[in-house]
């Protein structure tokens, strides 16, 4: 036993079982895609070391997971842990002692760096475990995002549409040859995702901008998960739009988009989002992230999603932490910018 699993009281266990591990993410009420396997095998194409690490007490009970990407830069580690760490319920009371247990397996150097993105995954004593145990929050201007509260009905939500943003959803449903449909059967899926990375790849050199999302890397990862919802827009036989959404049991998130120019003047977009909106209340979802805004660089998708609705919310900052004080300040300052 180590000197911090004295101190604490608990132990980190590697899970090689995926399955399992995958069982465990969904049955919190926080889980996520970040947290769930594939998308450390697609960080794992990428480059990174995954580790999946769960947290137990001496009960053997769980009380906290996360996975970890871990890549190597020279003589220094960059340790990033998406849509976690989770707690259960069980260890929702002791989020120091689980930072700071995953902290000691980790074993930093002094040029180690350790990420933490919830990706608003966050609970309160997740929050708390970060501060306790030393992590500083960096935040910045794009991360932000549009909510929508799902609770209040779709009457509700149809109301405070800016009325030009209703008067082109309803153009568009009277519009007999635009249909939308959300793709089950796995070779629909693969067919629609190719069929977006080529319109996304025509997008990012239309519109000049650049991201480090592989679509090679990440199709059959995509296509083969239910946690990810692809929506088809079609306008009588042309495909013009495809829309990715990813859900949990909480929230259900805007994930990407692309759409060919036909879809600029038919609406497709709008028919797209309402639908979204209605099979997240479908699934039980209490709220419907837009997946982002960047009002500064990217005015035109910011003004569509303004036009359904205006409640703004923080993404959460990256919390980062490094043995010394320089270094994490430093670090912050470039994730600043």
């Known amino acids: 036993m180590t000197g911090t699993e004295r101190e604490t009281g608990l132990r980190i266990v590697a899970v090689d079982d995926v399955p399992s591990w995958d069982e465990v993410v969904w049955a919190q009420a926080r889980g996520s895609i ?12 990428r480059g990174a070391r995954i580790e999946r690490l769960s947290v137990v007490d001496e009960s053997g009970d769980l009380v906290g997971l996360a996975q970890v990407q871990v890549r190597r830069r020279g003589p220094a580690r960059q340790i990033y842990i998406q849509g976690g760490p989770l707690l259960t319920d069980r260890g929702e009371r002791h989020g120091e002692a689980v930072v700071r247990s995953l902290l000691a397996h980790l074993a930093l150097g002094p040029l180690d760096l350790v990420v933490v993105d919830f990706n608003r995954a966050e609970s309160r004593g997740e929050l708390l475990g970060v501060l306790a145990a030393g992590f500083r929050p960096v935040t910045t201007a794009s991360r932000h995002t549009l909510e929508i509260d799902l609770t209040q009905g779709l009457d509700a939500i149809k109301a405070e549409m800016d009325p030009r943003w209703r008067q082109r959803l309803r153009k568009a449903e009277r519009n007999a040859g635009l249909t939308a449909r959300f793709l089950d059967d796995p070779a629909e899926r693969l067919a629609a995702f190719d069929a977006f990375a080529a319109m996304y790849t025509a997008l990012k050199a239309r519109k000049g901008f650049s991201n480090d999302f592989d679509c090679a ?25 495809v829309r990715i959404a990813h859900l949990s049991r909480l929230r259900f998130s805007d994930f990407f988009s692309a759409s060919t120019e036909r879809a600029k003047a038919n609406g497709a977009a709008h028919i797209a989002v309402w639908s979204f909106i209605r099979r997240a209340g479908e699934e039980g979802c209490r709220v419907f992230d837009f997946g982002g805004i960047d009002p500064a660089n990217n005015r035109g998708v910011y003004d569509f999603k303004r036009g359904l609705t205006r409640n703004v ?20 300052a470039v994730l600043a910018r």
């Open 34 to 45: 970040f947290s769930a396997s594939g998308w450390g095998v697609y960080k794992a194409r």
């Open 217 to 241: 890397a990440y199709r059959d990862l995509l296509a083969g998960d239910p946690h990810h919802l692809i929506l088809e827009v079609r306008e009588g036989e042309e495909r013009c739009l």
């Open 313 to 332: 919310a923080s993404s959460g900052p990256l919390w980062i932490y490094g043995r010394h004080r320089l270094l994490t300040a430093a670090a912050g």
